[in-house]
């Protein structure tokens, strides 16, 4: 099989892994998190980007910083307080790798990251336990206009036809639709950045993530105007933190076996962990 072929048959499976699921979430420690990864590595493979600017070099630690945008009085906060199984949120992420094997031989610290100049937008709905989600990738450098003029733009359409074969207007609408239900704009809220693992099955009905060092920022005002990667140090200090691992289970059908198998044994208790929720109240207190 082509390497283009192995990139579109992945990206068909990362979609259908985005479509309507099941979802529960987890607060670990370290030792707990250690026992579940180890668990996983024996059933799943590493579940990597394979999309334009895919990393392929080895021991790259990858990171996540997610943009979540809210109204000036918080209308999608509080929606999500008055109907815990049953809300929206509408968020923005960016994905990097950190190479620390190449930090002794750096002449520059952009040599150690690795990047896409693409947040990918994201309307997250929730209905009790399952979950689903709509994205479109968006330069970095057009989310202002998107926001402001629901300005769409011809790489915005390659990009989501490439990632998904879907016509970027129906999710471009669907966000629309979230912002003209708000009495007042749409704006950065906070931001969440984290370490990322993740695994999940060659079928695309499994997937499993850990992320550690959770750090919450207020937007700097330099946001929509970086043409770097959002690294957690250029976000300014952090307004709090999560010491725990957050491990979330996302599938389309009843856990394996194995899975709740050692979830009992580290007596991991599903929880209504909100990275949205901890980063918005973190920053407005």
Partial sequence: MSDLAIQLDGEAIDARMTADRREAKYLLSPAQARAVTAAVHQHLVVHRHRGDGANTLPGAHHFVTTIYFDTPSRALFRAAHDSADSHI???????????????????????????????????????????????????????????????????????????????????????????????EPMRADCLVNYRRLAWQ?????????????????????????????????????????????????????????????VLETERAVPLGYSKFDAGSSAVHG
Wanted: aromatic share 8%.
């Fill in 201 to 261: 099955d060659p079928a695309g009905e499994l997937r499993v993530t850990i992320d550690s060092g959770l750090a919450f920022y207020a937007p700097p005002t330099d946001l929509w105007d970086r043409d770097w990667a959002l690294l957690r140090q250029t976000l300014g200090p952090a307004v709090g933190a999560e010491p725990r691992r957050v491990l979330e289970v996302k599938s389309h059908r009843d856990p394996p076996a194995w899975l709740t198998r």
């Fill in 89 to 183: 949120k509408l968020r923005a992420k960016e994905y990097y790798d950190l190479h620390p094997d190449l930090t002794e031989t750096a002449t520059d610290a952009r040599q150690l990251v690795r990047f896409q100049p693409i947040l990918w937008l994201e309307l997250k709905h929730r209905e009790g336990a399952n979950t689903g989600k709509r994205r479109i990738g968006i330069p970095k450098r057009d989310v202002p206009a998107f926001f402001a003029e629901a300005t769409i733009t011809p790489e915005m359409v390659r990009i989501q036809e490439q990632a998904y074969g879907k016509d970027a207007r129906a999710v471009l609408a669907a966000v629309a639709e979230l912002c003209a239900s708000c009495a």
